[in-house]
């Protein structure tokens, strides 16, 4: 086995990875090992999980049944394309079993590889309906600042993270952008109305600004992962689904990071009481083992996809939609989940870790902490009465980052704030674990 030195020369001189600057790879970590909620480098060093790899190991690691159903799988076949006229048992099973767990009026679904392609199939799949519709001029999408939705071109677009933009402009047209309802920086100027509503109706401006019958549909993540760990007001999502039905706009829920038990629900919007057109997903689908996502449409939809002449067909694919192996995985992945009960686990960890981390309020550079279900997000601040952040020159992100690593956790800092996403195996204290070491990375800042 070659050693961490000769692992990261060869990796420099031959990798590119994602969002990839040399600068920000010199102390790369080579991963070697990884049980439960325990992940553990090339040099020996055990370091607690602190985001399910990237949101997505939400049953743990090292789980040999996962192991098994890919193997099996690929005895029997490995692969098989799924384009209209072919199919196999596993993406058949999986779309039934999908259709028992998400949203009632959701019963249809199309496999990918991943979350920005599910975007990408979203998108499209929104523009197929409204032409179908004979709507054709219903082509632009709203998604918000802070949202997350893939780094593919029109994916990308969507995302409302401005650093992913500068270096890959001109970005596709027909997106456009609202401010995120984040509560603890969001400036309510029609205080008549809750935060919620008010958040929402941003929706309604700029559908009216740009046209209703210009718009196919709004994306949002029912918390916004990668922005920072956003939950909504409990009135917004009730708001922007009356308004995509009064303004003929359909709601795509973006679940790559909130289904499958994350929130403490199977998916996200199942919190706020309302049901999207179009539902994507991928990541805990199969906990990160092998490469799935895909969407779910409403049975509106698929009678649009069913009803339209062959000409007309929808005209979208990829080489490993529906593969059996991933699909497989799947199946014996949501069996975990249901078996061991991780979606109720998730709700009581989840509210055990965000009590925890609210204890830490009372640190002077503590500004906002919150969460839902096993997604948390600590925010330092310079000034807590005027939730000023730190200048960037203080560089607080990467010297936390240092500190919780120095303690035994691994995870993602945003800016200047910590976010968190344990396995939902996580037990109780490992939570209280993860909790003190990041009171006590906070307060080593000073």
């Given at each position: 086995?070659?050693?961490?030195?000769?692992?990261?020369?060869?990796?420099?001189?031959?990798?590119?990875?994602?969002?990839?600057?040399?600068?920000?790879?010199?102390g790369?970590?080579?991963?070697?090992?990884?049980?439960?909620?325990?992940v553990?480098?090339?040099?020996?060093?055990?370091?607690?999980?602190?985001?399910s790899?990237?949101?997505?190991?939400?049953?743990?690691?090292?789980?040999?049944?996962?192991?098994?159903?890919?193997?099996?799988?690929?005895?029997?076949?490995?692969?098989?394309?799924?384009?209209?006229?072919?199919?196999?048992?596993?993406?058949?099973?999986?779309?039934?079993?999908?259709?028992?767990?998400i949203?009632?009026?959701?019963?249809?679904f199309?496999?990918?590889?991943?979350?920005?392609?599910?975007?990408?199939?979203?998108?499209?799949?929104?523009?197929?309906?409204?032409?179908?519709?004979?709507?054709?001029?219903?082509?632009?999408?709203?998604?918000?600042?802070?949202?997350?939705?893939?780094?593919?071109?029109?994916?990308?677009?969507?995302?409302?993270?401005?650093?992913?933009?500068?270096?890959?402009?001109?970005r596709?047209?027909?997106?456009?952008?609202?401010?995120?309802?984040?509560?603890?920086?969001?400036?309510?100027?029609?205080?008549?109305?809750?935060?919620?509503?008010?958040?929402?109706?941003?929706?309604?401006?700029?559908?009216?600004?740009?046209?209703?019958?210009?718009?196919?549909?709004?994306?949002?993540?029912?918390?916004?992962?990668?922005?920072?760990?956003?939950?909504?007001q409990?009135?917004?999502?009730?708001?922007?689904?009356?308004?995509c039905?009064?303004?003929?706009?359909?709601?795509?829920?973006?679940?790559?990071?909130?289904?499958?038990?994350?929130?403490?629900?199977?998916?996200?919007?199942e919190?706020?009481?309302?049901?999207?057109?179009?539902?994507?997903?991928?990541?805990?689908?199969?906990?990160?083992?092998?490469?799935?996502?895909?969407?779910?449409?409403?049975?509106?939809?698929?009678?649009?996809?069913?009803?339209?002449?062959?000409?007309?067909?929808?005209?979208?694919?990829?080489?490993?939609?529906?593969?059996?192996?991933?699909?497989?995985?799947?199946?014996?992945?949501?069996a975990?989940?249901?078996?061991?009960?991780?979606?109720?686990?998730?709700?009581?960890?989840?509210?055990?870790?965000?009590?925890?981390?609210?204890?830490?309020?009372e640190?002077?550079?503590?500004?906002?902490?919150?969460?839902?279900?096993?997604?948390?997000?600590?925010?330092?601040?310079?000034?807590?009465?005027?939730?000023?952040?730190?200048?960037?020159?203080?560089?607080?992100?990467?010297?936390?980052?240092?500190?919780?690593?120095?303690?035994?956790?691994?995870?993602?800092?945003?800016?200047?704030?910590?976010?968190l996403?344990?396995?939902?195996?996580t037990?109780?204290a490992?939570?209280?674990?993860i909790v003190?070491?990041?009171?006590?990375?906070?307060?080593?800042?000073?």
């Amino acid at each position: 086995m070659l050693t961490e030195t000769e692992h990261v020369q060869a990796d420099q001189a031959h990798l590119l990875h994602p969002l990839y600057h040399p600068s920000a790879h010199q102390g790369a970590k080579v991963w070697v090992e990884a049980k439960g909620a325990m992940v553990k480098d090339i040099a020996g060093n055990e370091y607690i999980d602190g985001l399910s790899a990237l949101w997505n190991v939400n049953v743990g690691h090292g789980r040999e049944e996962l192991a098994r159903a890919a193997y099996e799988q690929m005895t029997r076949m490995a692969y098989y394309s799924a384009y209209a006229g072919s199919t196999n048992p596993p993406a058949i099973q999986l779309a039934e079993k999908l259709s028992q767990i998400i949203y009632p009026s959701i019963n249809t679904f199309f496999f990918t590889s991943g979350g920005a392609e599910s975007t990408e199939s979203s998108f499209k799949t929104a523009r197929f309906f409204w032409k179908a519709a004979g709507k054709s001029d219903k082509v632009k999408f709203i998604s918000r600042m802070k949202g997350y939705h893939g780094v593919t071109m029109a994916a990308m677009s969507a995302t409302g993270l401005p650093t992913y933009w500068p270096m890959f402009e001109p970005r596709v047209p027909g997106f456009v952008h609202i401010e995120s309802p984040y509560p603890y920086r969001f400036q309510n100027k029609t205080p008549e109305l809750s935060d919620g509503v008010a958040a929402a109706n941003l929706l309604e401006e700029a559908i009216l600004r740009e046209g209703p019958e210009t718009v196919a549909a709004f994306i949002a993540e029912p918390v916004q992962g990668a922005g920072g760990v956003i939950v909504p007001q409990d009135d917004y999502f009730q708001r922007v689904r009356a308004i995509c039905d009064q303004y003929e706009v359909l709601l795509i829920s973006d679940e790559v990071i909130t289904g499958f038990g994350r929130t403490g629900r199977w998916f996200g919007l199942e919190h706020y009481g309302v049901e999207p057109d179009i539902a994507q997903f991928a990541k805990g689908i199969t906990s990160g083992y092998v490469p799935l996502g895909g969407i779910g449409v409403s049975d509106r939809i698929r009678e649009a996809i069913e009803s339209v002449p062959p000409e007309k067909r929808w005209m979208h694919a990829y080489t490993y939609s529906g593969h059996p192996t991933c699909c497989a995985v799947a199946l014996a992945n949501i069996a975990i989940i249901e078996r061991e009960g991780l979606v109720e686990r998730a709700a009581a960890m989840g509210d055990r870790l965000l009590a925890g981390l609210k204890e830490l309020d009372e640190l002077p550079s503590v500004g906002d902490v919150r969460g839902k279900g096993m997604m948390a997000a600590v925010e330092l601040v310079a000034d807590k009465a005027a939730k000023e952040p730190f200048p960037a020159a203080a560089n607080m992100g990467a010297r936390l980052g240092k500190e919780l690593v120095k303690r035994g956790l691994y995870t993602r800092i945003l800016g200047d704030t910590v976010l968190l996403a344990p396995p939902l195996i996580t037990d109780e204290a490992m939570i209280d674990q993860i909790v003190q070491i990041v009171g006590e990375s906070i307060a080593a800042l000073g």
